[in-house]
């Protein structure tokens, strides 16, 4: 017995068209936006990036693995703050002190035992690659090997994040409700320059291109046809002979992954890390981004993840009570109204003219066109 696929040419663009996408974004990234942005907006596009990378892995697991990830802001926060630690660490040994000035504060005079390893920037980069990856397969293991799926599935890693957020508020060794801030290197180079300031914006902007890359070879391969018959057909699958639990494990643990990598480099971008950042709300305004700009699509998610980000940004300069309500509406009318996001709004709109029927011709009536096919 054999299962038919959907055929990849039918919902990715060919070569040329993915090539000149990226060849546009790339242009995009590296030349219009350093050209006419001022840093301190370079700044904030760098922080949407961040969020896009996010996305790109929601997307691949929600939209294409139908797992509905509302706890992305757990590998956010775990990337992020093992890169904020040695941040915290390097600047401290710059003014020749055994442990960071917020330690010193708090009355800490030794440095704990578990930031010790950070100390080293291979082990920190090794450990920001590594340690969302494997806690997310771990997680992912546990669950969907027990079959657990659904809205059963989201409230988990809900309430994972909301734990892992309550657990730094009570670490005065993490910095606690306020975090880590004030970092002033990134790997020997000073946040104070301009010039290293856009050196972060181009690197941010290089993960994204390479991870949107990664997200589309996964989606044309055989992986990422069975991962799509997972989230239509799992028992069809399983009865062909796959488990459905390492497929989906495989879409959890790369989701976590590329949140690891944003949340590395929203640190040095935005220059603090707290709890605010990676608990439920974040992790809701991920999934509210991925949704509106299409979580079935490649590039729908980042769109979709920038949108939100910039719109949030400019409405809370100017109705900064008024945001979470018009977040929340948002996603109402994009689930209610458009499932499948603005990007599908593009496929409804060449299906509808695909399925148009042919004006008949005329010199020949119209009962006529009818019967050619027959003839």
Sequence with gaps: MSVT??????????????????????????????????????????KFLCFAIVAVGIGLAWGRGGMLTLGQGVFFGLGAYIMAMHLKIADAQLREDSVPDFMQIAGIRELPAYWVPFTSPFVAILAILIVPAL??????????????????????????????????????????????????????????????????????????????AATR??????????LVAVRDQEERVRFLGYDPANIKVVAYTVAA????????????????????DIGIVPSIAFLIGVAIGGRSTLLGPVLGAIGVAWAQTALSENFPSAWTYAQGLLFIVVVGFFPAGLAGLATVWRRRRRSRPAPPADDVPAATTELEPAR
């Design 5 to 46: 696929f959907s055929p990849r040419s039918l919902t990715q663009p060919g070569p040329v068209r993915t090539a000149a996408g990226f060849a546009l974004a790339a242009l995009v990234l590296f030349g219009i936006a350093p050209a006419f942005l001022s840093d301190f907006r370079l700044g904030l596009l760098g």
């Design 135 to 212: 806690v997310a397969a771990l997680l992912g293991l546990g669950v969907f090997k027990r079959r657990v799926k659904g809205a059963y599935f989201a409230i988990l890693s809900q309430a994972l994040a909301a734990a892992f957020a309550i657990l730094l508020v009570g670490q005065q060794s993490t910095g606690g409700s306020n975090g880590l801030n004030r970092f002033r290197t990134f790997f020997g180079f000073e946040l104070s320059d301009p010039v290293n300031k856009r050196m972060l914006f181009f690197i941010v902007a290089a993960i994204l291109l390479l991870v949107v």
């Design 257 to 276: 992954f590329f949140a690891g990598i944003a949340g590395a480099m929203f640190v040095p971008i935005v220059g603090i890390i707290s709890p605010a």
């Design 217 to 226: 070879q996964l989606m044309q391969s055989r992986y990422g046809e069975l």
